[in-house]
């Protein structure tokens, strides 16, 4: 009879030992990959909250739309994107008065000008002072007509685009909402 032996290039004790490892570490590979996934949905959250501050409602609902997909039980990124839809437009509208309000006017002088006139000149040099990235369009309701006959007087310098508008208001007794396509004015 012939007696023929496989001898094994690796030895069982190092095979059992790698089982054994293996079944140890799985566990802390998918644990580590659901950490991995809950942290990465709180970075999207946060970006999301940033964008809300911001006043960019489009990438608050991207990043918090994000986050849920990373973690789908996010539940501050589920409520965060529920308020966004609820308040989409007035985020939009603090967005864009922030914009507005962050071109610098370097001089801005009115003499007896019109309402109108200060308006037209201001969003002439906001354009200008932003590089044509803030392209303010104003529109005026006044119906009775009662900002018409009103002359504004003003000499201004290095002053926030907020600012020069807060002042125009004040003189004409009117007051600015900042809507989606304009800026509207209108009477207090």
């Known amino acids: 009879m012939l007696d023929v032996r496989v001898k094994s290039l690796i030895p069982m004790k ?6 054994v490892a293996a079944t140890l570490t799985t566990p802390l590979f998918a644990q580590s990959a659901v950490t991995d996934a809950a942290r990465q949905a709180e970075v999207f959250y946060r970006q999301g909250l940033a964008a809300e501050k911001a006043g960019d409602p489009a990438a608050a609902n991207k990043a918090y739309a994000a986050a849920l997909k990373e973690n789908p039980n996010h539940a501050n990124a589920r409520y965060s994107l529920g308020q966004l839809q609820l308040n989409f437009g007035a985020i939009a509208a603090q967005g864009r008065e922030a914009k507005f309000g962050a ?9 007896a000008a019109s309402l109108a006139e200060a308006l037209a000149g201001l969003q002439v040099i906001i354009e200008r002072q932003s590089k ?15 900002l018409a006959a009103v002359r504004i007087s003003l000499n201004l310098k290095s002053m926030p685009a907020k600012g020069v508008m807060q002042y125009l208001m004040e003189q004409a007794g009117a007051k600015a909402r900042y809507d989606e396509h304009a800026v509207v004015v209108m009477p207090r």
């Open 132 to 146: 044509g990235e803030v392209v303010p369009n104003f529109v005026i309701q006044d119906p009775q007509q009662q």
């Open 14 to 19: 190092t095979i059992l030992s790698v089982i």
């Open 103 to 111: 071109v610098v006017i370097p001089v801005f002088n009115l003499a």
